[in-house]
């Protein structure tokens, strides 16, 4: 076994308890198979640049891939953690989310912000609390979209490199888990380990 191929098994053993569920019965689940998949950077990562249509989801589709996963800077999305009631405009990611899905692709979203947000979120108690908050408004927005086609990704690479990171981080995403299970108690959700979701993290 290849370490890539562990480290994706590592990883789908932790999405299984992560949803309450058997390793094994991800798919009795009906959650997305994302078995091979296409990694949509700078679009919606940072603002206005490489711009996806239609046509290139069915590109993507037609090369035999089954999911994409969209990178998103909530920043660009009009979030604000210092904000006394942070609100977000989705209209956005609710566009690429549908073209995906139009082209019969499942979808991962992926909450990917810029280096200084990164650190807010690890370092201030306030901003990790809008962070938390965040995924709540998050999955009550999207709880009515295909369980079967749609993902969330809580953090890409959460850093937290100190001694006591992984078990900081490990207690942020649990708590990141139970505002998505809220309103969304059967969506497939991608957890990671802390120092850049690396194997070592894990």
């Not at 956005?92 to 073209?99: E, K």
């Not at 100190?162 to 942020?172: E, L, P, S, T």
Request: charged share 15%; glycine share 6%.
């Amino acid at each position: 076994m290849t370490n890539s191929v562990r480290w994706v098994y590592g990883l789908m053993l932790l999405i299984c308890i992560a949803v309450g569920i058997a390793p094994g019965a991800v798919e009795a689940a009906s959650t997305p198979a994302l078995q091979r998949g296409v990694n949509l950077s700078h679009w919606l990562q940072y603002w206005g640049r490489q711009p996806v249509v239609a046509a290139d989801m069915a590109m993507i589709k037609k090369a035999g891939f089954d999911h994409v996963r969209i990178p998103f800077n909530p920043e660009a999305l009009g979030w604000n953690p210092d904000a006394t009631t942070p609100t977000t405009d989705w209209t956005a990611l609710d566009q690429a989310m549908n073209l995906a899905l139009q082209a019969q692709l499942a979808v991962i979203l992926d909450f990917h912000p810029e280096s200084e947000l990164h650190n807010r979120i690890e370092t201030q108690d306030s901003v990790q609390q809008a962070f938390l908050d965040f995924w709540q408004q998050m999955a009550r927005h999207y709880a009515a979209s295909p369980v079967s086609e749609v993902a969330f990704e809580i953090l890409n690479e959460p850093q937290y490199y100190q001694d006591d990171g992984g078990a900081r981080w490990n207690a942020v995403q649990q708590q990141a888990l139970l505002r998505v299970r809220q309103s969304a108690p059967s969506h497939l959700v991608l957890l990671s380990g802390n120092r850049g979701g690396s194997i070592a993290g894990l």
